[in-house]
């Protein structure tokens, strides 16, 4: 028998398959890890089995054996394995680093494995049992081994014990215990035990599904397919989630359910424990690296069918899958930053696929990217607009802050959501306000009339910069002077803007001394639970008044928030980035939903750009007619999805070599690619928007090219170019449409 291996190396010549004899004695199957020589100094290295097979291509006499087998079951699927090949040939990497994705990290060198135990185990019958303690007494009763004596009675009790246990029992037992095991009194046996044994929660009645819900759930069951399900909040989708999920297990088959982020979604994970139970895996990076192992492997063995995580849960271990669910699928998290840059949808795309998986992906606000896919019936809509139960989705109300600033009010609160505080306040009832920042949001605004900088060519705010003392465009580096007065209205009013969430908690302090206020943002959360401490606190009534980040924009479902306060829309609408209207409706429409849950509410939302038509839309809870309006923004600039960013960053210790680096690449893209030149929307290099990071320079290749039917062989040939490019002191990597472009 031979095994073709793929050995755990990054290097683009080992990307490719090896082959190894299989000794007898060595039992194994595809999926399994093991340890094979590799090299002409035969160096062990850890391979994964991708294939097995009775001949072998390799024409040599001198084949190599594998050592040895890393576990005794499959670490990967066949459809693991094929889902590695495709991303391989996607993204441009390789087999070892796409497989790496599919287990934990510390499994790799055998840094993490089985939690092992020892156990006792009393298995003498009633006689055996009055012999054994016979033989530690004395003739005439007496005790001849007391501690034995004591131990085997406790035995008696309980049967089986942890040494761990029996220790805590009887403390200074061990010497007693191994005399006893020694006598074939007791036996002492290794077991696996899991780090995080899953509590085993009350299980809950199922709801009766409403028509929307039973509609929804029935058209994604009747038939293998991929499908946008866009509900508004409060539509119930977890409910036709765990419908769908439970529909796949009577079938035998497993399904992923990924999440923008576990420790912001506890009620969705708590909800599918209660309902579903022992079958579920829950998969993030906030586990132990044991738990993280412990999950993984119940999945790989079978003994878990369903998995709750965030974006890396797509890489499972689960067979026969039947569906995989995203939800949230607008969040940005479901891109990773690491290389390979994949996204979950792609992923998600490849493996249902792979196993003729459905594939739903979820949202009250989706993506324009996932909704355009929807209008060329790629994805099918299945669609929930109304709230359960007929409540009504809340009423906004706009508030426009250059009136405030005309009336004197120099406060972040204006006349309006004071007011509205103050009544929640004084119902009882619980108000949640609402920052957003992302980075570096220092755009530059007249706080007169709400005028604010563009780039004349990007459709996209300038950045200040203070060390430059100027604007700049991140999308295609051009600068501004920073002006003394507004272009639009002629007043000093042009200021760089910016709100942190800090400072909306000393003012809200300050203005409602006597109500109890938690924060929720970067800073208070860093801990390992320390998410649910907050939610916890809050949901328990422990706090009138949580402030945050988009952090609490999310899935949160609080019955006694009457009031959601955006305090400045402006900090989202403004951030560099072409997505920001996109992204500033959707947080508008994902914080609107947090309130009136239950009873009505209220959300009050302060921005100095008032007509924007993202918070007019928002305002509306109308989904459809901002695609449209940003469909038509989007055409216009030529901005994705009618056309691809490709960006290059060089970074390096050395300023010259990242310099000479960036103009070596320049310069032979070129003339690699003279033939298409001309038709680029866009090719810029020179010093990144930040030029230094940590010590590190940074330059950049910024390009933009039409999404047409010549995209797929650019990117192409992009890669073939990229491989003949490498660099001394300096590393780059390649982003395509960056979410961020500092
Ligand atoms: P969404 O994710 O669409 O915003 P959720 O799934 O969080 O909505 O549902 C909102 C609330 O309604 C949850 O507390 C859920 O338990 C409850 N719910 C959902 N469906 C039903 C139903 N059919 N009957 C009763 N309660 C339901
Ligand atoms: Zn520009």
Same mark, same amino acid.
């Given at each position: 028998?031979?095994?073709?291996?793929?050995?755990?190396?990054?290097?683009?010549?080992?990307?490719?398959?090896?082959?190894?004899?299989?000794?007898?004695?060595?039992?194994?199957?595809?999926?399994?890890?093991?340890?094979?020589?590799?090299?002409?100094?035969?160096?062990?290295?850890?391979?994964?089995?991708?294939?097995?097979?009775?001949?072998?291509?390799?024409?040599?006499?001198?084949?190599?054996?594998?050592?040895?087998?890393?576990?005794?079951?499959?670490?990967?699927?066949?459809?693991?394995?094929?889902?590695?090949?495709?991303?391989?040939?996607?993204?441009?990497?390789?087999?070892?680093?796409?497989?790496?994705?599919?287990?934990?990290?510390?499994?790799?060198?055998?840094?993490?494995?089985?939690?092992?135990?020892?156990?006792?185990?009393?298995?003498?019958?009633?006689?055996?049992?009055?012999?054994?303690?016979?033989?530690?007494?004395?003739?005439?009763?007496?005790?001849?081994?007391?501690?034995?004596?004591?131990?085997?009675?406790?035995?008696?009790?309980?049967?089986?014990?942890?040494?761990?246990?029996?220790?805590?029992?009887?403390?200074?037992?061990?010497?007693?215990?191994?005399?006893?095991?020694?006598?074939?009194?007791?036996?002492?046996?290794?077991?696996?035990?899991?780090?995080?044994?899953?509590?085993?929660?009350?299980?809950?009645?199922?709801?009766?599904?409403?028509?929307?819900?039973?509609?929804?759930?029935?058209?994604?069951?009747?038939?293998?397919?991929?499908?946008?399900?866009?509900?508004?909040?409060?539509?119930?989708?977890?409910?036709?989630?765990?419908?769908?999920?439970?529909?796949?297990?009577?079938?035998?088959? %497993?399904?992923?359910?990924?999440?923008?982020?576990?420790?912001?979604?506890? @009620? +969705? =994970?708590? $909800?599918?424990? #209660?309902?579903? !139970?022992?079958?579920?895996?829950?998969?993030?990076?906030?586990?132990?690296?044991?738990?993280?192992?412990?999950?993984?492997?119940?999945?790989?063995?079978?003994?878990?069918?369903?998995?709750?995580?965030?974006?890396?849960?797509?890489?499972?271990?689960?067979?026969?899958?039947?569906?995989?669910?995203?939800?949230?699928?607008?969040?940005?998290?479901?891109?990773?930053?690491?290389?390979?840059?994949?996204?979950?949808?792609?992923?998600?795309?490849?493996?249902?696929?792979?196993?003729?998986?459905?594939?739903?992906?979820?949202?009250?606000?989706? %993506?324009?990217?996932?909704?355009?896919?929807?209008?060329?019936?790629?994805? @099918? +809509? =299945?669609? $929930?607009?109304? #709230?359960?139960? !007929?409540?009504?989705?809340?009423?906004?109300?706009?508030?426009?802050?250059?009136?405030?600033?005309?009336?004197?009010?120099?406060?972040?609160?204006?006349?309006?959501?004071?007011?509205?505080?103050?009544?929640?306040?004084?119902?009882?009832?619980?108000?949640?306000?609402?920052?957003?920042?992302?980075?570096?949001?220092?755009?530059?605004?007249?706080?007169?009339?709400?005028?604010?900088?563009?780039?004349?060519?990007?459709?996209?705010?300038?950045?200040?910069?203070?060390?430059?003392g100027s604007l700049m465009c991140h999308y295609c580096g051009r600068t501004k002077r920073l002006r003394d007065v507004c272009p639009a209205c002629g007043k000093p009013y042009l200021k760089h803007y910016g709100i942190g969430t800090q400072q909306v908690e000393e003012q809200t302090k300050a203005r409602f001394p006597n109500a109890r206020?938690?924060?929720?943002?970067?800073?208070?959360?860093?801990?390992?639970?320390?998410?649910?401490?907050?939610?916890?606190?809050?949901?328990?009534?422990?706090?009138?008044?949580?402030?945050?980040?988009?952090?609490?924009?999310?899935?949160?479902?609080?019955?006694?928030?009457?009031?959601?306060?955006?305090?400045?829309?402006?900090?989202?609408?403004?951030?560099?980035?072409y997505r920001s209207p996109e992204k500033t409706f959707e947080l508008l429409e994902q914080v609107a939903g947090r309130a009136g849950r239950k009873d009505p509410g209220k959300v009050v939302v302060q921005t100095y750009s008032p007509d924007h038509y993202a918070i007019d839309f928002a305002k509306k809870h109308d989904f459809e007619g901002?695609?449209?309006?940003?469909?038509?923004?989007?055409?216009?600039?030529?901005?994705?999805?009618?056309?691809?960013?490709?960006?290059?960053?060089?970074?390096?210790?050395?300023?010259?070599?990242?310099?000479?680096?960036?103009?070596?690449?320049?310069?032979?893209?070129?003339?690699?690619?003279?033939?298409?030149?001309?038709?680029?929307?866009?090719?810029?290099?020179?010093?990144?928007?930040?030029?230094?990071?940590?010590?590190?320079?940074?330059?950049?290749?910024?390009?933009?090219?039409?999404?047409?039917?010549?995209?797929?062989?650019?990117?192409?040939?992009?890669?073939?170019?990229?491989?003949?490019?490498?660099?001394?002191?300096?590393?780059?990597?390649?982003?395509?449409?960056?979410?961020?472009?500092?």
């Amino acid at each position: 028998m031979y095994a073709k291996v793929i050995i755990d190396i990054i290097h683009s010549e080992v990307d490719r398959v090896f082959e190894y004899k299989v000794p007898d004695d060595i039992t194994l199957d595809v999926g399994f890890r093991v340890h094979v020589p590799f090299g002409r100094a035969n160096t062990l290295r850890e391979g994964y089995v991708i294939g097995l097979s009775v001949k072998c291509d390799y024409q040599g006499d001198d084949i190599k054996s594998i050592t040895k087998v890393l576990s005794d079951f499959a670490a990967f699927t066949t459809g693991q394995i094929k889902l590695a090949g495709i991303m391989r040939r996607y993204y441009h990497t390789t087999l070892a680093l796409a497989l790496r994705l599919m287990f934990p990290a510390e499994m790799r060198g055998g840094r993490i494995g089985d939690k092992l135990e020892r156990e006792l185990v009393l298995s003498l019958d009633d006689e055996a049992f009055e012999q054994a303690m016979r033989s530690l007494m004395t003739a005439n009763g007496k005790p001849k081994a007391p501690k034995q004596l004591e131990i085997l009675k406790t035995m008696r009790q309980y049967g089986v014990l942890k040494t761990a246990a029996l220790e805590e029992l009887i403390p200074g037992s061990a010497s007693s215990r191994d005399a006893l095991v020694k006598k074939g009194l007791l036996e002492m046996r290794t077991v696996e035990t899991l780090r995080n044994p899953r509590k085993t929660a009350e299980r809950e009645e199922d709801f009766d599904l409403t028509e929307d819900q039973l509609n929804a759930a029935n058209t994604i069951l009747s038939a293998t397919g991929k499908y946008l399900l866009h509900g508004v909040t409060g539509s119930g989708k977890t409910e036709v989630y765990i419908h769908i999920v439970r529909d796949c297990l009577k079938r035998g088959k %497993s399904a992923i359910v990924l999440v923008p982020e576990i420790s912001l979604t506890p @009620q +969705l =994970v708590a $909800m599918f424990e #209660r309902r579903i !139970g022992q079958e579920i895996a829950v998969y993030h990076s906030t586990l132990t690296a044991g738990e993280r192992y412990d999950e993984w492997k119940r999945m790989a063995t079978g003994h878990a069918k369903v998995v709750i995580g965030a974006r890396s849960a797509i890489f499972a271990p689960l067979k026969d899958i039947g569906v995989i669910i995203i939800d949230e699928e607008h969040e940005s998290s479901y891109k990773s930053d690491m290389h390979p840059k994949y996204t979950a949808h792609e992923v998600a795309r490849m493996r249902a696929n792979i196993e003729n998986a459905s594939l739903v992906l979820a949202s009250a606000t989706p %993506s324009v990217e996932s909704y355009i896919k929807a209008k060329n019936n790629i994805y @099918q +809509l =299945v669609q $929930m607009p109304k #709230r359960l139960f !007929g409540l009504k989705l809340p009423d906004v109300e706009i508030v426009d802050m250059r009136d405030e600033v005309v009336r004197g009010n120099r406060t972040i609160f204006s006349g309006l959501l004071y007011s509205e505080i103050s009544q929640a306040l004084e119902n009882h009832r619980q108000v949640m306000l609402f920052i957003n920042r992302r980075g570096y949001s220092t755009f530059v605004m007249c706080r007169g009339c709400g005028y604010v900088e563009y780039c004349d060519r990007c459709e996209v705010t300038m950045t200040y910069h203070a060390n430059r003392g100027s604007l700049m465009c991140h999308y295609c580096g051009r600068t501004k002077r920073l002006r003394d007065v507004c272009p639009a209205c002629g007043k000093p009013y042009l200021k760089h803007y910016g709100i942190g969430t800090q400072q909306v908690e000393e003012q809200t302090k300050a203005r409602f001394p006597n109500a109890r206020v938690l924060r929720m943002d970067l800073d208070t959360t860093r801990g390992k639970d320390a998410h649910l401490k907050i939610y916890e606190q809050f949901k328990n009534g422990e706090a009138d008044i949580l402030i945050g980040t988009q952090m609490i924009a999310k899935g949160l479902d609080f019955a006694r928030v009457s009031l959601v306060g955006v305090v400045a829309a402006d900090n989202s609408l403004f951030i560099p980035d072409y997505r920001s209207p996109e992204k500033t409706f959707e947080l508008l429409e994902q914080v609107a939903g947090r309130a009136g849950r239950k009873d009505p509410g209220k959300v009050v939302v302060q921005t100095y750009s008032p007509d924007h038509y993202a918070i007019d839309f928002a305002k509306k809870h109308d989904f459809e007619g901002f695609f449209e309006e940003e469909m038509n923004v989007r055409r216009t600039a030529l901005l994705p999805p009618y056309s691809v960013f490709f960006r290059f960053v060089f970074t390096g210790k050395k300023e010259n070599a990242v310099r000479d680096a960036c103009l070596d690449f320049e310069k032979g893209f070129r003339e690699a690619f003279s033939d298409v030149f001309d038709n680029l929307l866009l090719f810029d290099y020179g010093e990144a928007p930040i030029k230094k990071i940590q010590g590190h320079t940074r330059w950049q290749v910024l390009i933009k090219v039409l999404n047409d039917s010549n995209l797929a062989q650019f990117r192409k040939r992009l890669y073939i170019y990229t491989d003949t490019k490498q660099y001394k002191d300096c590393a780059y990597g390649m982003e395509i449409n960056p979410q961020s472009m500092i």
